[in-house]
C-alpha cells in the first residue's frame, strides 16, 4: 500500500464505485433493522443543515438486541454519494465482510444499493454504528447500540452495595439503559471543512454547539468569560505568538495549531468565511431532557445511562451536578466499579454508569471541552419526581466541574484509567510474540497525521481500482501502513511520539479489544515492552491492566516524546483498520492495515465478494 500525493487524497475520494447488485437477505438472523439512508435538512442546535439521516431522522435509531443474537442491519443506500456502516466495539468474529471499512472489508454501497450487515452479537454492553465513509459520521450517520447481558454472565452490582433493596433497583436500571451520544456539532457539511482545511492548509477544530442525542443550542459568550476560562497552557500559547485571545466561538485561532505543529507549512487564513471561526450567532434548538419517574423503578431509584462520545474531535469532561456516578462498564466491559464526579470521555469511549435518584429536581448535565483547541459547554437536563406530585421548583444546583473541564474543587474525583480494573481479569503473557513500533507525525498540515511514518488517507484504501484487502490480502506487504500477524499470537503495539509537541490521539483498533500494559514519558529505546519493563517496571502492568477497544495516547510536550504499548491476541483473522478517531485526522491518513492472522485468512462469501 502506497501513500497517495498530498492534495490529491480528496479528488480521489469523490468517484464513485457501483455495486454490482445487493447481498443477498437470509433468513438465520434473530434481529433484523432497516435503515434507509438519506440527506436531508436537519437543525440539532436551531441551525439547519444538511445531514445524513437514517429513516428520516437523526440520531439514527438505537440497536438493541441480547447477546448471543445473529443480527441483520440492512442497509438502504438513497444517498447520492456512497457509504458504509461500521459497528464501533462489535468485534465481527468470523464476519470481518462486514466491518464497513470501504477498502479494507467491503468495497462501498452505491447509490440505490442495498447491503446486508450480519454479525453476531457474542459480547454485551455499550457499542454504536458510524459511517465509516469519508466524514458521513460528522454529518450524522451515527447512533447507539445495546446488547443486553445473558442472565448468568457475572455482574459487579454487589461491589457497589449490599443491600437487596439497593440491589434490585440497580438490577432494574441496568436492564434498561438509556443511551446518550455526545457529539460536536457543525454548520458547516464535512465536505465543506474538509474543502476549506486543503485551502488554508490548515485544520480546523472549531464547533458550533454540543449535542446531546442529536439536540442542542449556540451558546455565544463574552469574551471576557472566555479568556477567564483559558489554561496555562492556552495563555501561552496566545502569549509567545502576540494574540490576545480566542475566537467569538471560543476556538484557537487555527494558524497557532499549524504553527505549533507544523511549523514550516504556510497558512491561509484568509480564505476562510468569517462563519467558520470568526463569527458566532446564537441559535435555540430543542433540549435533551432525560425524565425518570417512580413508577420507573422501586422506592430506591436508580438511572442507567449509556454515555457514548461519538465527537468528532473534542474530548469533553462529562457530569451530573450534586450526583456521583458508579462507572461500572467502559467500552461495553465490565470493570469494579468506580464513584466519581466526573468522567473524561473521547472519540468513540463508551462508559456505562449508574446514578442514584435520591433528590427529587431537575439538575443540569453537564459536557465541558477538555481540548486545548476550544472553549466550548453546554448541558441536558435530568429531572426526576413522584408522578403527578406536581412540579418541583427551580433551584440552583451545585457543578462538580467548571465550564472549562477542570474540578470546581479539590473533593471533585475523575474517573480514572490508570485505576480501572476489570471485573474479571484475563490473563496476559509478559512478553508479546511480535511487536511493531508505531512512530506517529505529522505530514504536511495539521490535518495531516501519519500513524506510522507515512500517511494512509482514506481514498488510497479505496478508490475503485485496487481490491479491497479482505478480498485480497498483501501478506509479502512489510511497509509503514500495513502490519501482518499470526493466528494465536501476542501482539504488542508501541506508539511513539515523533511530532514535539503532539496532542492525545484516540487509537482505535477494529476487530477486538486490547490493553494498555505500559505507557511512559521520553523516549523508547528498548526493542520490546518485556524488555522495556525489566528497566522501568513502574510504567508497566501485565497482570490487571485496563481492556478497551480504543486508547487515548499521552500528550507530547515540546520537550519530551511519550509512549503507549497495547497489546492484543490474536483469534479473529481478517483485515483491521488501526486508526485515530479524530474525524479530520482519520481523513487526512492517520491509520494502517492489520492482517491479523494470515496462516487462518477467513474465506470470503461468494455474495459479499462479488456484490
Known amino acids: 500500500m502506497v501513500a497517495l500525493a498530498r492534495g490529491s487524497w480528496l479528488k480521489l475520494a469523490l468517484g464513485f464505485t457501483t455495486l454490482s447488485s445487493a447481498v443477498f437477505a437470509t433468513k438465520d438472523c434473530d434481529k433484523t433493522f432497516e435503515f434507509t439512508l438519506t440527506v436531508g435538512k436537519w437543525a440539532p442546535d436551531g441551525v439547519e443543515r444538511d445531514m445524513v439521516l437514517v429513516n428520516g431522522a437523526f440520531p439514527g435509531p438505537t440497536i438493541e438486541v441480547n447477546q448471543g443474537d445473529k443480527v441483520d442491519v440492512v442497509i438502504h443506500n438513497k444517498m447520492v454519494a456512497n457509504t458504509t456502516v461500521h459497528f464501533h466495539g462489535i468485534d465481527m468474529h468470523a464476519t470481518p465482510w462486514n466491518d464497513g471499512v470501504p477498502g479494507v472489508t467491503q468495497r462501498q454501497i452505491g447509490t440505490g444499493e442495498t447491503y446486508h450487515y450480519k454479525w453476531h452479537a457474542t459480547q454485551y454492553g455499550s457499542y454504536w454504528y458510524h459511517a465509516h465513509q469519508l466524514g458521513q459520521v460528522e454529518d450524522g450517520m451515527y447512533g447507539a447500540i445495546i446488547i443486553h447481558p445473558r442472565k448468568e454472565l457475572e455482574k459487579p452490582w454487589s461491589l457497589i452495595s449490599k443491600d437487596a433493596k439497593v440491589l434490585e433497583a440497580i438490577e432494574h436500571a441496568a436492564k434498561k439503559p438509556y443511551p446518550l451520544l455526545l457529539a460536536d456539532h457543525r454548520h458547516r457539511t464535512s465536505q465543506d471543512v474538509f474543502d476549506l482545511a486543503l485551502k488554508a492548509n490548515t485544520e480546523l477544530p472549531c464547533f458550533d454547539s454540543i449535542l446531546f442525542n442529536g439536540k442542542g443550542s449556540v451558546e455565544c459568550r463574552p469574551a471576557d468569560e472566555i479568556t477567564s476560562l483559558l489554561s496555562a497552557q492556552q495563555v501561552n500559547v496566545l502569549k509567545n505568538n502576540n494574540v490576545t485571545n480566542f475566537g467569538p466561538k471560543g476556538c484557537l485561532p487555527p494558524q497557532l495549531i499549524s504553527k505549533t505543529v507544523s511549523p514550516n507549512v504556510t497558512v491561509n487564513m484568509g480564505i476562510l468565511p468569517k462563519d467558520v471561526i470568526d463569527t458566532c ?238 505507557n511512559g514519558i521520553g523516549p523508547f529505546p528498548w526493542a520490546t515492552a518485556a524488555e522495556a519493563a525489566k528497566e522501568v517496571p513502574q510504567f508497566f502492568n501485565f497482570v490487571d491492566p485496563p481492556k478497551r477497544d480504543s486508547f487515548l495516547t499521552a500528550q507530547a510536550s515540546p520537550t519530551n516524546a511519550t509512549w503507549t504499548v497495547l497489546r492484543y491476541h490474536v483469534t479473529s483473522p481478517g483485515a483491521w483498520l488501526l486508526h485515530c478517531h479524530v474525524q479530520s485526522h482519520l481523513v487526512g491518513g492517520m491509520a494502517l492495515v492489520i492482517q491479523d492472522g494470515a496462516d487462518h485468512w477467513p474465506v470470503v462469501p461468494d455474495n459479499y465478494r462479488n456484490y
Do not use: C
Open 281 to 518: 450567532t446564537p441559535s435555540k434548538g430543542p433540549r435533551e431532557v432525560i425524565t425518570v419517574y417512580k413508577s420507573d423503578a422501586s422506592d430506591e431509584k436508580w438511572l442507567a445511562l449509556d454515555l457514548i462520545g461519538a465527537f468528532h474531535m473534542l474530548t469533553g469532561a462529562f457530569s451530573i451536578d450534586e450526583h456521583p456516578v458508579w462507572v461500572y462498564a467502559v467500552d461495553g466491559d465490565y470493570i469494579k466499579p468506580q464513584l466519581v464526579h466526573a468522567i473524561p470521555i473521547t472519540n468513540g469511549d463508551r462508559f456505562s454508569i449508574l446514578v442514584r435518584l435520591d433528590k427529587p429536581g431537575d439538575y443540569p448535565i453537564r459536557l465541558s471541552s477538555l481540548s486545548n483547541s476550544q472553549i466550548i459547554f453546554s448541558s441536558a437536563t435530568l429531572r426526576y419526581n413522584v408522578k403527578d406530585a406536581g412540579p418541583v421548583p427551580e433551584k440552583a444546583t451545585v457543578p462538580y466541574v467548571k465550564n472549562n473541564g477542570v474540578p470546581a474543587s479539590n473533593s471533585t474525583i475523575f474517573y480514572s484509567q490508570k485505576t480501572q480494573k476489570q471485573l474479571v481479569v484475563e490473563p496476559i503473557p509478559v512478553a508479546a510474540d511480535q511487536t511493531y513500533k508505531l512512530h506517529m507525525r505529522t505530514a504536511g498540515p495539521s490535518f495531516a497525521w501519519a500513524l506510522n511514518k507515512t500517511i494512509l488517507p482514506p481514498a488510497v484504501l479505496d478508490h475503485g481500482s485496487d481490491p479491497v484487502v479482505l478480498f485480497k490480502p498483501q501478506f509479502d506487504d512489510y511497509d509503514n501502513v500495513t502490519i501482518t500477524t499470526k493466528n494465536n499470537t501476542w501482539v504488542d503495539l508501541i506508539l511513539i511520539t515523533d511530532t514535539l509537541p503532539m496532542p492525545p490521539h484516540p487509537i482505535h483498533k477494529h476487530g477486538n479489544k486490547m490493553w494498555q500494559v505500559g
